[in-house]
């Protein structure tokens, strides 16, 4: 089987593709400005940085490269990771009783050859007190999140239902990149 590279320090894509039985990865973190054209739609958004980060990647040339993209929107604004307590405060209540939007690009690359697909996920928040979103921020949980909440952990709790895929919104559309793997030889299911 090939080398896989995990293009991404982000701990909760490790997990996950320990989940799907992909034990033996090496991590490379790319170093890429998270820069994109203004005019892209949210999809369009991450597939652009998910590619962006493939190209940073060094490797070999028979390695697959797995990288990836999260982002959140609330209508057409991007939620990001908070700056600071307050930027989680208003980011969650921004979010209490509304649907948004959870956005993942996945690039899969093995030499000059590449795939690039995007997967969206709507996430409905329950209402909740103020008391309740500074509660959860003091946990530091919200901190290092788009949205500033991880539906894996203690935000599970402020989420009310979702329409798609769970671990998408975790950070990897588990289903979408197993079907990406196949197309290079990686079959999971094998």
């Known amino acids: ?28 973190v790319p170093d890429v400005e998270e820069w994109y054209p203004p005019e892209l739609s949210p999809a369009e958004i991450v597939r652009y940085i998910s590619r962006e980060k493939a190209d940073a990647v060094p490797c070999d040339p028979g390695d697959i490269v797995i990288t990836a993209d999260t982002m959140v929107f609330l209508d057409t604004r991007r939620l990001g990771k908070p700056r600071d307590e307050a930027d989680a405060l208003e980011m969650l209540a921004a979010l209490q009783g509304r649907h948004h939007t959870v956005c993942t690009g996945v690039t899969v690359r093995r030499g000059g050859e590449s795939l690039t697909e995007a997967e969206e996920t709507e996430v409905i928040f329950r209402s909740a007190s103020e008391a309740e979103l500074r509660a959860y921020i003091r946990t530091g949980e919200p901190m290092d ?31 979408r990149l197993s079907r990406m793997l196949a197309h290079f030889g990686v079959h999971l299911l094998a």
């Open 145 to 175: 999140k788009a949205g500033a909440y991880g539906v894996q952990g203690l935000g599970a709790l402020l989420v009310e239902g979702i329409r798609g895929d769970y671990y998408n919104v975790m950070g990897l559309p588990l289903v």
């Open 1 to 28: 089987m090939a080398r896989i590279i995990l293009g991404s320090g982000s701990p909760r894509r490790q997990e996950l593709l320990r989940r799907i039985g992909i034990e033996d990865f090496i991590v490379r």
